[in-house]
């Protein structure tokens, strides 16, 4: 007869083993926690040129309901390409059709992570309600990659002027808090 504390340390090797088999595939996907997502990547011009550090928004206008609803963006880098985010870094969007706002602010905060100040386009592209009657800011996601064709924006010179405007009334003697330096 074989002694119980013969078999334990197998025992206790294949519950370990168990354990770490569960932990890794925990740890692997979603676990079926978040909706497929179809990888969307596009590019911003504006006046022609490729701009970074424009968010690019998607907001969802039909398709299945969401266990977890999302609202899918990007952050266009400095060849003005983005790839949406909806749960996970760079994962794309879940099927279904969007309305796509653009806005173009200036970096800000402490480490220049935060996108405070005015809209650098006036906010001419960042309404879903003006956006979703101009076709190129309908797009569909289906079960499928996609690579959108380059959003061709215009910065208005009264845009212009209202950023111009917005700089002087922030840039005060003294630095931002006034005062001798």
């Given at each position: 007869m074989e002694?119980?504390?013969r078999s334990r340390p197998a025992s206790v090797a294949v519950r370990a083993a168990v354990a770490l088999a569960?932990?890794?595939a925990a740890s692997c996907g979603d676990g079926g926690k978040y909706p497929k997502t179809y990888p969307v990547k596009g590019k911003v011009l504006v006046d022609g040129q490729p701009v970074?550090?424009?968010k690019v928004t998607f907001h969802r206008t039909s398709g299945n309901?969401?266990?977890?609803p999302a609202t899918p963006s990007g952050l266009t880098d400095e060849?003005?390409?983005?790839?949406?985010?909806s749960y996970v870094a760079n994962d794309g969007a879940p099927e279904g059709e969007y309305v796509v706002t653009i806005e173009w602010r200036e970096p800000s905060g402490?480490?220049?992570?935060?996108?405070?100040?005015?809209?650098?386009?006036?906010?001419d592209y960042a309404s879903v309600e003006r956006n979703k009657g101009v076709k190129e800011f309908v797009v569909q996601v289906a079960r499928q990659s996609v690579e959108l064709r380059p959003f061709e924006l215009k910065q208005s010179a009264q845009a212009k002027r209202k950023l111009d405007e917005a700089k002087k009334r922030t840039s005060t003697p003294?630095?931002?808090?006034g005062g001798d330096q």
């Amino acid at each position: 007869m074989e002694s119980p504390c013969r078999s334990r340390p197998a025992s206790v090797a294949v519950r370990a083993a168990v354990a770490l088999a569960l932990l890794a595939a925990a740890s692997c996907g979603d676990g079926g926690k978040y909706p497929k997502t179809y990888p969307v990547k596009g590019k911003v011009l504006v006046d022609g040129q490729p701009v970074k550090d424009c968010k690019v928004t998607f907001h969802r206008t039909s398709g299945n309901q969401l266990s977890q609803p999302a609202t899918p963006s990007g952050l266009t880098d400095e060849k003005g390409e983005f790839q949406l985010t909806s749960y996970v870094a760079n994962d794309g969007a879940p099927e279904g059709e969007y309305v796509v706002t653009i806005e173009w602010r200036e970096p800000s905060g402490i480490t220049n992570s935060e996108f405070g100040g005015p809209d650098r386009l006036g906010g001419d592209y960042a309404s879903v309600e003006r956006n979703k009657g101009v076709k190129e800011f309908v797009v569909q996601v289906a079960r499928q990659s996609v690579e959108l064709r380059p959003f061709e924006l215009k910065q208005s010179a009264q845009a212009k002027r209202k950023l111009d405007e917005a700089k002087k009334r922030t840039s005060t003697p003294g630095g931002p808090l006034g005062g001798d330096q």
